[in-house]
């Protein structure tokens, strides 16, 4: 039995409902958070704060080993300061999303990232939230859950909440961003989306965050959840 703290991974597509999910899932266990995508995500915004060209692989990893991350919880929301500055809004941005994942499709990257990663498994337990935390970072985590939901649904879900803060985005450019995302990360070489063999998968289509949260709390013994 390990000495670890637990884990719960919740990996996933983009817009399966992962972060909404994971964040309210730990903050019920009391647990700590993981946004694995965030971290892709920051190092994607440094490397165009500093004009690195997304073609450029070793200046890529140069950057991601220099690039500072760190997360400040401010009241409910959680900022994240790239290289000291509060880069939370640009993180959230589709562009930041597609360059992430193509940052993230290089092997040196994602291994200088994995230590930083496991750092976050500190007690009383970590939720952690990504595409790969059940099968690379994590893969002895007691507790797996694989998010989906159609391509269809995830898009009506961002675009609603994008409609939401007032960003106008056309649905068809949208779908067609999410799949190809999807297709960019469920095929690259490296750590590609796919669900852990001992994964729960949970589709949450047509089901609300209330539902998908009481789902997962259910999969862990009385008493962690
Ligand atoms: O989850 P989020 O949409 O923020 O992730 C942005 C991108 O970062 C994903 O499309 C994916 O390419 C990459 N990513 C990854 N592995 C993770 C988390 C995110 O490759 N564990």
Same mark, same amino acid.
């Given at each position: 039995?390990?000495?670890?703290?637990?884990?719960?991974?919740?990996?996933?597509?983009?817009?399966?409902?992962?972060?909404?999910?994971?964040?309210?899932?730990?903050?019920?266990?009391?647990?700590?958070?993981?946004?694995?995508?965030?971290?892709?995500?920051?190092?994607?915004?440094?490397?165009?704060?500093?004009?690195?060209?997304?073609?450029?692989?070793?200046?890529?990893?140069?950057?991601?080993?220099?690039?500072?991350? %760190?997360?400040?919880? *401010?009241?409910?929301?959680?900022? /994240?300061? @790239? +290289?000291?500055? &509060?880069?939370?809004? =640009?993180?959230?941005?589709?562009?930041?999303?597609?360059?992430?994942?193509?940052?993230?499709?290089?092997?040196?990257?994602?291994?200088?990232?994995?230590?930083?990663?496991?750092?976050?498994?500190?007690?009383?337990?970590?939720?952690?939230?990504?595409?790969?935390?059940?099968?690379?970072?994590?893969?002895?985590?007691?507790?797996?859950?694989?998010?989906?939901?159609?391509?269809?649904?995830?898009?009506? %879900?961002?675009?609603? *909440?994008?409609?939401?803060?007032? /960003?106008? @985005? +056309?649905?068809? &450019?949208?779908?067609? =961003?999410?799949?190809?995302?999807?297709?960019?990360?469920?095929?690259?070489?490296?750590?590609?989306?796919?669900?852990?063999?001992?994964?729960?998968?949970?589709?949450?289509?047509?089901?609300?965050?209330?539902?998908?949260?009481?789902?997962?709390?259910?999969?862990?013994?009385?008493?962690?959840?």
């Amino acid at each position: 039995m390990s000495q670890l703290p637990p884990v719960l991974t919740i990996d996933g597509p983009s817009g399966a409902g992962k972060g909404t999910v994971s964040r309210i899932v730990a903050q019920r266990l009391g647990w700590h958070y993981l946004d694995s995508g965030a971290l892709y995500r920051a190092v994607g915004v440094a490397a165009s704060w500093a004009d690195i060209d997304t073609s450029d692989a070793s200046a890529l990893v140069r950057c991601t080993f220099d690039t500072r991350i %760190r997360f400040v919880e *401010q009241g409910e929301s959680l900022r /994240v300061l @790239v +290289n000291g500055s &509060d880069a939370t809004d =640009e993180l959230r941005l589709e562009t930041t999303g597609a360059l992430a994942s193509a940052i993230a499709a290089i092997p040196e990257v994602r291994a200088a990232l994995k230590e930083r990663q496991r750092a976050f498994r500190v007690a009383p337990g970590l939720v952690a939230d990504g595409r790969d935390m059940g099968t690379v970072i994590f893969p002895d985590a007691p507790f797996k859950v694989f998010l989906t939901a159609s391509a269809e649904e995830r898009a009506t %879900r961002r675009h609603k *909440q994008l409609k939401e803060k007032g /960003v106008s @985005v +056309n649905f068809d &450019d949208l779908l067609r =961003e999410i799949m190809a995302r999807d297709a960019r990360d469920a095929q690259r070489a490296v750590a590609p989306l796919r669900p852990a063999e001992d994964a729960v998968p949970i589709d949450t289509s047509g089901m609300g965050i209330d539902q998908v949260v009481a789902t997962v709390l259910g999969l862990l013994p009385s008493q962690e959840a």
